[in-house]
C-alpha cells in the first residue's frame, strides 16, 4: 500500500512512530480560524498497537477521515483548494 498520494496527502493507516506530518488544525476556541501545524506521529499512550498524533501537546486519536500531509506546502494547497472551492459554491 503506498504511503502517500501525489497531492502529499498520507494514508492513515501507513503511518509510523517518528514521522512527521502536517495537518490543517482548527481552532477549537475559534471555528472559523485554521493552521497549518506539523506534528508527529508517536505511540499511543493507551494502545500499545496503534499510533496518536502529537500535538500542541496534546495525544490525538488518529481518526479515518484526518487529512496528513508530508509537508506543509502540500497542507496549504489543499486548503486553498477547499478554499477556493467553498467560494465557488457560494
Do not use: W
Given at each position: 500500500?503506498?504511503?502517500?498520494?501525489?497531492?502529499?496527502?498520507?494514508?492513515?493507516?501507513?503511518?509510523?512512530?517518528g514521522d512527521e506530518v502536517y495537518v490543517i488544525y482548527n481552532n477549537?476556541?475559534?471555528?472559523?480560524?485554521?493552521?497549518?501545524?506539523?506534528?508527529?506521529?508517536?505511540?499511543?499512550?493507551?494502545?500499545?498497537?496503534?499510533?496518536?498524533?502529537?500535538?500542541?501537546?496534546?495525544?490525538?486519536?488518529?481518526?479515518?477521515?484526518?487529512?496528513?500531509?508530508?509537508?506543509?506546502?502540500?497542507?496549504?494547497?489543499?486548503?486553498?483548494?477547499?478554499?477556493?472551492?467553498?467560494?465557488?459554491?457560494?
Amino acid at each position: 500500500m503506498e504511503r502517500k498520494n501525489s497531492m502529499g496527502v498520507i494514508n492513515a493507516k501507513e503511518v509510523q512512530v517518528g514521522d512527521e506530518v502536517y495537518v490543517i488544525y482548527n481552532n477549537p476556541h475559534v471555528p472559523t480560524v485554521s493552521n497549518i501545524r506539523a506534528a508527529e506521529i508517536v505511540p499511543h499512550p493507551k494502545d500499545p498497537n496503534a499510533v496518536a498524533l502529537f500535538l500542541n501537546d496534546t495525544f490525538h486519536t488518529i481518526e479515518d477521515d484526518d487529512a496528513l500531509f508530508t509537508s506543509e506546502a502540500s497542507a496549504e494547497k489543499a486548503y486553498s483548494d477547499y478554499m477556493d472551492n467553498q467560494d465557488q459554491m457560494t
